[in-house]
Nanobody
C-alpha cells in the first residue's frame, strides 16, 4: 500500500525559505499529476502547485514566483521549494499524487512563518 510522508516543514521568519519533500513507500504507477496543497487554521485546504509527468507546472497566484515545484525520484516523487515566505503561507502542507486509479495524500507537515 502506498503511503506519502511529507518533511521539511518548520518555523521560519518572514522572508526565509524552506524545502518540502514528499517520500513515497510502495510503487506508484500511472502517475498523472503531483501537487502540493495547504490548509491554514480555520480555512479550507487549498491548492498550491502542481506538476505533470512531463514537467508542466502550475502555481496558485499567491505563491507564483516564490515557490517552485519539482519532480524527484520514485521514492521522493515531488518537492516544493518555498522562498520569500510570508506569514500568510503558514499552514499544514500536504503532498498529493494523482494516478489513473488512485489519489494519494500525505499526513502533512506544518509550516509556520513568523512576522
Amino acid at each position: 500500500q502506498v503511503q506519502l510522508v511529507e518533511s521539511g516543514g518548520g518555523l521560519v521568519q518572514a522572508g526565509g525559505s524552506l524545502r518540502l519533500s514528499c517520500a513515497a513507500s510502495g510503487s506508484i504507477l500511472s502517475i498523472n499529476r503531483m501537487g502540493w496543497y495547504r490548509q491554514a487554521p480555520g480555512k479550507q485546504r487549498e491548492w498550491v502547485a502542481s506538476i505533470t509527468t512531463i514537467g508542466t507546472t502550475n502555481y496558485a497566484d499567491s505563491v507564483k514566483d516564490r515557490f517552485t515545484i519539482s519532480r524527484g525520484s520514485a521514492k521522493n516523487p515531488v518537492y516544493l521549494r518555498m522562498n520569500s515566505l510570508k506569514p500568510e503561507d503558514t499552514g499544514v502542507y500536504y503532498c498529493n499524487v494523482e494516478t489513473r486509479y488512485n489519489d494519494y495524500w500525505g499526513q502533512g507537515t506544518q509550516v509556520t512563518v513568523s512576522s
